[in-house]
């Protein structure tokens, strides 16, 4: 019987103070997981010593790819990620960041359930990252129903389980590089009625470094999105008729 291919997706931007506790922590599930399953981190063109740590880690921890590209932004790099991992022959994507925000062990609930649905997401519950944070994601919820219609429950978790026959139809439908890639693929598994689940799960702060995204920043990408979504509607709603 085959088993189960899982890479673990981890974008990572200038991440040298956190980069070896997250892999350390996640590494472990590709070795419980059977089958050829990978720890991909890809460096996002970082400037600090995050590539070269990955590299050094390599040699210690054999299912550890480490990856290095030019700077896309979040969205462009797990995409990034997503296809790496569909050509490598995965059966199934999860996605995390690199800073160490999520917990390994809530992992295997979705682990447990993946077949039984298309995308897993979690539900950052009694979240510890800011209250502009938390603020950018209820502000968020109501622009996605105000443009596709639909109550995303939280649309841009970096903690999302997918299975790759679901998963490759819909990367047609997200530009290249595209910053909210992961917002637009859970709209896209919401408008084509696709077996979601959401689950709640634990969302400390950043475990250590700076984090790229200030109030201002948050801002700017607000604008853009709500320029990006008038553009994409179209698409979405159209692919989701077919």
Do not use: C
């Amino acid at each position: 019987m085959k088993q189960d291919k899982l890479f673990i997706v981890v974008p990572a931007y200038n991440e040298e103070e956190n980069i070896e506790t997250v892999v350390k922590d996640w590494y472990p599930i590709t070795e419980k997981v059977q089958g050829g399953s990978e720890l991909l981190v890809i460096s996002d063109g970082s400037k600090d010593q995050t590539f070269a740590i990955l590299k050094k880690l390599e040699l210690k921890y054999p299912n550890l790819t480490a990856v290095e590209k030019k700077n896309s932004g979040h969205g462009g790099t797990v995409l990034y990620g997503y296809q790496y991992a569909i050509d490598h022959g995965a059966d199934f994507i999860f996605q995390t960041d690199s800073d160490g925000q999520t917990l390994p062990e809530e992992f295997w609930s979705m682990w447990e359930k993946r077949n039984e649905f298309d995308i897993q997401i979690g539900k950052r519950s009694g979240r510890q990252d800011g209250f502009s944070r938390v603020l950018v994601t209820k502000v968020l919820k109501l622009v996605l129903f105000l443009f596709f219609g639909k109550w995303v429950e939280d649309a841009n978790t970096p903690f999302r389980l997918m299975k790759r026959e679901t998963l490759i139809p819909l990367l047609d439908n997200v530009p290249t590089d595209y910053n909210l890639s992961n917002v637009l693929l859970t709209v896209l598994y919401e408008k084509n009625n696709k077996k979601i689940r959401y689950q709640k799960i634990t969302f400390k702060p950043r475990q250590g470094g700076v984090n790229s995204i200030n109030l201002r920043n948050i801002t700017k990408i607000g604008w853009q999105a709500i320029k990006d979504f008038s553009m994409l509607r179209k698409n979405v709603i159209r692919h989701s008729e077919v």
